[in-house]
Every structure is written in structure tokens, then in C-alpha cells.
């Protein structure tokens, strides 16, 4: 696929991987001017061409975060990550037919690697030990915490970033996936 032949929605999705997004939320500014380097002339003002429409760029997101694509999650506040469907849609994206650089191609062997490290870090929890034993009603709070890598003391902003990196890296392992959502369930009240 050419550059060309990408809806909006998933070029700023691209934009928000080659950013850092499977670990880290990326403000719409940075997705502007990635998007612009990747599609020149897509986002741009019809009579001022050279300037880059900072709306355009913020409703492709928001398009690109309705339930039926699903592929980033987040806001022009928070900034924009890429969800768990928009990390599998992502690997299966030639980058190399939008962005020919080198970098594109580190990027997206660093974004399985990430997920990779994570997954990994997940497997040596207490919490993953005691699913996989069947022991699941003996996962406590602290345990929770293990997983998630956070605490009571972290702030929300903090918290929603550190369970989306979680989302990202369960995505492709059933029991890690089952183990997340029982979390979620469990442990609602931390989650928030």
C-alpha cells in the first residue's frame, strides 16, 4: 500500500506508533507534524497549504478512536496511544510503504520488542503464577499492584498510561488477556 491509500484515521494511527505510542501518549501536535511527514499535504489548510490543520488531524484521532476502528485511545489532553486493535493492526502495516527510513523500520521491531519485555515482566508476577496455579481468588491488592507497576500514591493520568501499556502488551496472549480483564474486574476500584 501507498501512502495514499490509508484513510486519515489510520495515517495519524501511524503516526502515533512511529511516535512511541504502544508505551507512551503522544500530543496532537506530534502526530501534525509526523502526519505531515509521512502524507505532506493531507492536513493541510486549503488556503493557506503550507500551514497544517491541527483540527483535521484531531478528528481523524477521534475517528480513529470510535469503536469501530478502535485503533488509538485517549485525547487532545492526555494525548493519543495506540490501543491493543490498533498495535495488532500496526503490525501488520508495511511502513516502509509510508515512511522510508530507517528509523520506521527500528520503530516497529522496538514496538514488538516492548511488548515483548512487558510480557515477560508479566509472566514473573505473583499475580500470573497464581492464575496459571488456579489460585486466582489469592491474588491481593498487592499483587495487582505488582502487575500494573503502580501503587495508591500514582496519579490517574499515570495509572490510565500504565494499563494501557498493560492492554497493549496482554493483546496477543490469551492468558495474560484473561488475566487482565479478571484484574480489571477484581480490582475495579484500583483501576480507576
Known sequence: MQQADFSKSQLVTIAVALLG????????EDVALKVNDIAPGR????KYPEQIDLDAVGGSLRTAKKRNLGLVVGNNTKGW???PT???????????AVHNELPVKHRKASISANQELERNRLFNTKAYNLFVEGKSKA??????????RVNEYFQTKTRQRRYAIIANAVS????LSKLWDLLQTKFSKEIK
Do not use: C, P
Request: charged share 30%; net charge negative; aromatic share 18%.
Open 21 to 28: 505510542g504502544d508505551t507512551v501518549y503522544v500530543d496532537r
Open 43 to 46: 492536513f493541510n489548510w486549503r
Open 81 to 83: 496511544m495506540l490501543s
Open 86 to 96: 490498533g498495535l495488532k493492526w500496526i503490525k501488520t502495516v508495511d511502513l516502509t
Open 139 to 148: 491474588i491481593t491488592v498487592q499483587d495487582f499492584y505488582e502487575f500494573a
Open 172 to 175: 496477543n496472549d490469551d492468558t
